[in-house]
């Protein structure tokens, strides 16, 4: 019985045009250097969110301005001298809605470049995601579209905390931008379970 070719034998035998078209996935790796580049973006500006709530908290008149424009947030009566419940929750929103776009990055650079570009070798790491275990491009669209509607969710809370501020029609607009994510993740769930069935069915 003939043994398999290792790996680099196969690679070496391809033909040149084919082998360019394969190499070509290696093209893909900037956008996720970028992806990692807007990650490190992010964080510094969780932490820079992050210390202007702690300062306010000790009195900073500064640094509660600073939370009140960043979260877009405008009182209806007088204006505000310290914080209260309606500022730290809108802030906390806006921090956890950063955790959760960081989280959507590193699915999409880690689950993106496992799919699409080369094998990182992590079934022996510690710390290797539960997820990574059984990606495909199937379970990453299904996996992207649970964390859009997450973080949806939490714009959504945001709007509606602060109501006031926001016209009927963007809450209006808001909320159907959330039910067609919904409806969306429904659809790409459903399809992978058909997608799914029909390949158990072929084995």
């Given at each position: 019985?003939?043994?398999?070719?290792p790996?680099s034998?196969?690679r070496?035998?391809?033909?040149?045009?084919?082998n360019?078209i394969?190499?070509s996935?290696?093209?893909?790796l900037?956008?996720?250097?970028?992806?990692?580049?807007?990650?490190?973006?992010?964080v510094?500006?969780?932490?820079?969110?992050?210390?202007?709530?702690l300062?306010?908290?000790?009195?900073?008149?500064?640094?509660l301005?600073q939370?009140?424009?960043?979260i877009?947030?405008?009182?209806s009566?007088?204006?505000?001298?310290?914080l209260?419940?309606?500022?730290?929750m809108?802030?906390?929103l806006?921090?956890?809605?950063v955790?959760?776009?960081?989280?959507?990055l590193?699915?999409?650079?880690v689950?993106?470049y496992e799919?699409?570009?080369?094998?990182?070798?992590?079934e022996?790491?510690?710390?290797?995601?539960?997820?990574l275990?059984?990606?495909?491009?199937s379970?990453l669209?299904?996996?992207l579209?649970?964390a859009i509607?997450?973080?949806s969710s939490?714009h959504?809370l945001?709007?509606?905390?602060?109501?006031?501020?926001?016209?009927?029609?963007?809450l209006?607009?808001?909320?159907?931008i959330?039910?067609a994510?919904?409806?969306?993740?429904l659809?790409?769930a459903y399809?992978?379970?058909?997608?799914?069935?029909?390949?158990?069915?072929?084995h």
């Amino acid at each position: 019985m003939q043994e398999p070719k290792p790996d680099s034998d196969l690679r070496s035998s391809l033909r040149p045009l084919p082998n360019l078209i394969f190499a070509s996935r290696w093209l893909q790796l900037p956008l996720y250097l970028g992806l990692i580049a807007a990650q490190a973006v992010y964080v510094y500006h969780f932490w820079v969110e992050l210390v202007h709530l702690l300062h306010a908290v000790m009195g900073s008149q500064e640094a509660l301005q600073q939370l009140i424009t960043s979260i877009g947030y405008k009182p209806s009566g007088a204006p505000i001298t310290s914080l209260n419940e309606t500022v730290i929750m809108l802030v906390v929103l806006a921090l956890i809605d950063v955790v959760m776009i960081s989280n959507l990055l590193i699915m999409v650079i880690v689950g993106g470049y496992e799919t699409f570009v080369s094998r990182m070798n992590l079934e022996s790491h510690p710390d290797q995601p539960e997820w990574l275990s059984h990606v495909n491009a199937s379970v990453l669209k299904v996996k992207l579209a649970t964390a859009i509607i997450g973080i949806s969710s939490i714009h959504l809370l945001k709007t509606f905390i602060n109501a006031d501020n926001y016209s009927d029609r963007v809450l209006i607009a808001q909320t159907c931008i959330h039910i067609a994510f919904l409806f969306s993740a429904l659809a790409i769930a459903y399809t992978d379970k058909i997608m799914s069935g029909i390949e158990a069915r072929k084995h």
